[in-house]
């Protein structure tokens, strides 16, 4: 695989910070009418349209080859680069994120 950003999403993963990550479930809103979910990160909501669940957030995907991420390693990869609430594969950080720093020093 090899997927390509467009120069200015290279230049904005570039200047986040990534770690190295084991995906985990995080807190979500779910509405309660329909299967739409956000991420809980502590916003007002309104409890008559949307519950909180603390695991809700079942997975998470590659902001560049959409491949999904999620606790599961036989459905998904387990293991990611996060920052700002984004996931890459490391596929892609290595592709795409990495290169660049190894340039750079
Ligand atoms: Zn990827």
Known sequence: MDQQLNPRDLKYFRS????????????A????KGANARPYIGQGYDPVFFDLVEDGWRHDH???CF???????????T????????WLCRECYEQNVAVSS????
Do not use: H
């Open 79 to 86: 293991e990611g680069y996060t920052a700002d609430r984004q």
């Open 29 to 32: 809103l779910i509405e309660k």
């Open 62 to 64: 590659c902001e560049v």
């Open 102 to 105: 190894r340039l750079r020093s």
């Open 16 to 27: 986040l910070k990534w770690t190295l990550q084991t995906w985990k479930p995080t807190p």
């Open 67 to 77: 491949v999904k991420l999620c606790d599961n390693p036989e459905t998904c990869q």
